[in-house]
Structures are given as structure tokens and as C-alpha cells.
């Protein structure tokens, strides 16, 4: 096997649905720092790690996010093409069938205490019930925008986590929503395609609740567009909350429109376009992660940024 090049792809790394946002949007990248391979700091990035979002799809063909968690090591790179991820069944509930060989996978290291992320894409390789061995396809860096810089220390797991479904937003799921600061969005650009996982963040409340519709302003990033050319393909999508202070989960599914030019976004600081996931089903996991996190700033560009 040839070594891997600094970037494999011979023509456009984006597809038709990242192409024809980054057109409506008035431009975009040309991918050059997309890879099919992990530079090494890469996957020593992955190796530090006591926490990762991780977005794939059900058997119908929705995007589903969640977190997935353990001690600084739990996530390896065996090579520069595959991430080794140390989880147990138990670790993937709700979800089962999602995780299984062959499917498709959008992984996001995220370093809230440094604001490093780094994506890394691909297919489950192998699967038991112990980890998962994920084949990469696609690796690229993200920048720090809009990323809160957070402490986080373990505490003990709760293997007694409680589950719950809901199919509208209750006072508590609203609660969160509107003082989360963060959240992340799973998408895929449809059925076979790939699965694709990204942080948005934002003050607190800069997602807007109307019944069960959110509405989250798209600030300025890296004009790859991978979330919105995602939505042009698929309109599902699935968002999860993290409550950094308890470790609860809350992820929610529903169909997507963008809204490329909107009123409402000139009058939101930071804002260049609007879109709205209109809720039809969820779940609520508590102390689903045994970890807890402390703010320590928010980010100089969230400041930037308004609210509703």
C-alpha cells in the first residue's frame, strides 16, 4: 500500500447537496485540508479523549447523535486510516442496530478545555461487545469558533441511567434547550450516504423554541457546509443537548428547512441564515455520561453573537 497523500481526493471532496449550499451561500471552500487519512496529531488528539459524539443512523434511515464516553485511552488509532473505540453495548444504548458493521459513522473529537475538534468519517469495520472498529474515509480539523471552553472531571457511571421517550418537548427538555450554550447536529446527505456529526454553539437561548420547532442561526464557519448540503439532500436531522452540569442527554429527530434568507436573521447578531427542525420524536437519557463539566469562558466569537 502507497503511503497516504497530504489530500487523496482527485476531484471535489463535497457532494452535490455541500455544493449547492456553498452556492447559495455566496461561496465556499475548496476542501483542500480534507483528508482520507489522520495526520498523527490527529489520532493523538482521538488517544486523550474521555468523551466522543458520534452520529449514524436507524434502520430507517434517520440521523441519531449521541455521546459516547470513557477514561482518556477508550478511543485508539491503530493506524492512520482506522479509530479503535472502546465502548460496551450498554455504552450504545438507546441504540443497537445503529452501531452495527457495515454502517456508516460521522465521528467529532471534541477538547471543550482547549476548543480542539477534529472530524473523522467513515463505516464500522468490525463491532462486538466490547468496542468498535471504525474504518476512516474522511479527516479534517474544525476551528474554535463558537466553542465554550469548559473543565471536566469523571465521576462515578450510573448503569441504572434512565431512559425515556417523548414524541413533543416537555418544561424540562424546554429548560435545557433554552439555557444550553451548545449543541450537536446529526445529519447524513441520505440513505447509503454518509453520516456526519457538528458542534454549534451559540449564547445561552440562541436556539429558539416555538411548540415543538427550533429555530438556530448559522453563523460564519468554514464554508465546507457539510451540515447545511446535508440538509439539502436529507431534510431529517437529529440534534443532541448535553447537560454539562448533571451529564444528561436530550436528542431530538425531525425534518429540516434552511432559510437562506430570512428577516429574522438580520436581526440576530452573527447571524448569516436561519434553519428549523420541526420535532417528531425524542429521548431523554439522565447522568447518561459520567463525566461533568465546569464553564470557564465563552468563546470570543460566541460573544460576537446575539440572541433571541
Known amino acids: 500500500m502507497n503511503a497516504p497523500t497530504e489530500n487523496a481526493f482527485e476531484d471535489s471532496p463535497f457532494h452535490a447537496g455541500e455544493l449547492r449550499a456553498q452556492q447559495l451561500a455566496g461561496g465556499g471552500s475548496n476542501g483542500a485540508a480534507i483528508r482520507d487519512h489522520m495526520p498523527e496529531q490527529h489520532r493523538s488528539f482521538f488517544g486523550l479523549l474521555p468523551y466522543l459524539l458520534a452520529a449514524t443512523t436507524d434502520a430507517d434511515g434517520w440521523p441519531s447523535a449521541t455521546m459516547l464516553a470513557g477514561p482518556a485511552g477508550f478511543v485508539g488509532s491503530p493506524d492512520a486510516r482506522s479509530l479503535q473505540i472502546a465502548v460496551t453495548r450498554a455504552d450504545l444504548a438507546p441504540y443497537g442496530a445503529e452501531f452495527a458493521i457495515g454502517k456508516q459513522i460521522g465521528l467529532l473529537g471534541l477538547d471543550l478545555a482547549t476548543r480542539r475538534r477534529n472530524r473523522a468519517n467513515g463505516f464500522i469495520a468490525a463491532a462486538d461487545g466490547q468496542g468498535l472498529l471504525v474504518a476512516i474515509q474522511e479527516s479534517f480539523g474544525n476551528c474554535p469558533k463558537y466553542i465554550q471552553a469548559r ?158
Open 151 to 308: 473543565d471536566v472531571e469523571s465521576v462515578p457511571a450510573d448503569r441504572a441511567a434512565e431512559l425515556s421517550h417523548f414524541t413533543a418537548l416537555d418544561q424540562q427538555a424546554q429548560d435545557l434547550i433554552r439555557q444550553s450554550d451548545t449543541l450537536f447536529v446529526a445529519t447524513t446527505a441520505g440513505e447509503g450516504e454518509g453520516a456526519d456529526i457538528s458542534h454549534r454553539g451559540g449564547r445561552p437561548g440562541f436556539v429558539r423554541i416555538d411548540g415543538d420547532t427550533l429555530t438556530i442561526p448559522d453563523f460564519v464557519g468554514n464554508r465546507y457546509f457539510n451540515t447545511l448540503g446535508n440538509m439539502l439532500m436529507d431534510p431529517r436531522a437529529a440534534l443532541l443537548f448535553v447537560d454539562f452540569a448533571n451529564g444528561d442527554l436530550l436528542h431530538v429527530q425531525g425534518t429540516v428547512e434552511v432559510v437562506w434568507d430570512a428577516p429574522e436573521a438580520a436581526r440576530f447578531d452573527g447571524a448569516q441564515r436561519l434553519w428549523r427542525l420541526h420535532i417528531q420524536r425524542g429521548w431523554r437519557k439522565r447522568h447518561a455520561v459520567p463525566l461533568r463539566w465546569t464553564l470557564r469562558d465563552y468563546a470570543p466569537t460566541t460573544m460576537l453573537t446575539g440572541s433571541w
